[in-house]
């Protein structure tokens, strides 16, 4: 069974770091590209970013490029979000995502 | 940016009836391959989002086949025959043809 487990959130100050942690089980942890979604209070979806199955190319939309860092550990099946500069918009759900699964979401909150 | 327009907003139907849901972008969604790499997702209530159907008409893992995708291009329908009382939610449509991957504002299904 795929099984997408993330960890990591909390309350966080603005301008601050936090990094988020998605733990893989049940497939191939390296046969697949790998993303991170958010979904702010009561709202729609947020592509975050994506990485490729050996971690040589990420991807990232202008929202968080140069504050966000995706990577990944294949051999511990393991998908990361470092978060840094954090501000009161990134307050949301942080979902790790397969193509076809998607984690239980792990919250963040920036907050004074 | 692909930008996602999605319609209605919210629907109040019927266990039994059947709906559609529009999904038009801004640019087509024909990559390069020659696929259309337009999908739908559901956000069943307090659940992470679960992918319904990909490149536009294919059955996810486990979905029935009450559900349909069609369209091409730059038009997209999603269909669910016979609503079930499971099937509340929000529905999404989402492109991974062109960086940043985007999502339509979702439609909200409400059982009458």
């Known amino acids: 069974e795929v099984q997408l487990v993330e960890s990591g959130g909390g309350l966080v100050q603005p301008g601050r770091s936090l990094k988020l942690s998605c733990a893989a089980s049940?497939?191939?942890?390296?046969?697949?590209?790998m993303a991170w979604v958010r979904q702010a209070p009561k709202k729609g979806l947020e592509w975050v970013a994506t990485?490729?199955?050996?971690?040589?190319?990420?991807y990232y939309p202008d929202s968080v490029k140069g504050r966000f860092t995706i990577s990944r550990d294949n051999a511990k099946s393991s998908l990361y979000l470092q978060m840094n500069s954090l501000k009161s918009e990134d307050t949301a759900t942080y979902y790790c995502?397969?193509?076809?699964?998607w984690g239980q979401g792990v919250m963040v909150t920036v907050s004074s | 940016d692909v930008v996602m327009t999605q319609t209605p907003p919210s629907l109040s139907v019927a266990i039994g009836q059947s709906v559609s849901i529009s999904c038009k972008s801004s640019?087509?969604?024909?990559?390069?391959?020659?696929?259309?790499?337009l999908h739908w997702l559901l956000q069943s209530p307090g659940r992470s989002p679960k992918r319904l159907i990909y490149?536009?008409?294919n059955l996810g893992s486990g979905v029935p086949d009450r559900f349909s995708g069609t369209g091409s291009q730059k038009d997209f329908t999603l269909k669910i025959s016979r609503v079930e009382a499971e099937d509340l939610g929000v529905y999404y449509c989402?492109?991974?043809?062109?960086?940043?991957?985007?999502f339509g504002s979702g439609t909200k299904l409400e059982i009458k």
């Open positions: 995502a397969r193509d076809d699964y």
């Open positions: 049940g497939f191939t942890f390296s046969n697949y590209y």
């Open positions: 990485i490729s199955t050996s971690g040589s190319r990420t």
């Open positions: 640019q087509s969604l024909v990559y390069s391959d020659g696929k259309t790499y």
């Open positions: 490149q536009v008409s």
């Open positions: 989402a492109q991974t043809t062109h960086f940043p991957l985007t």
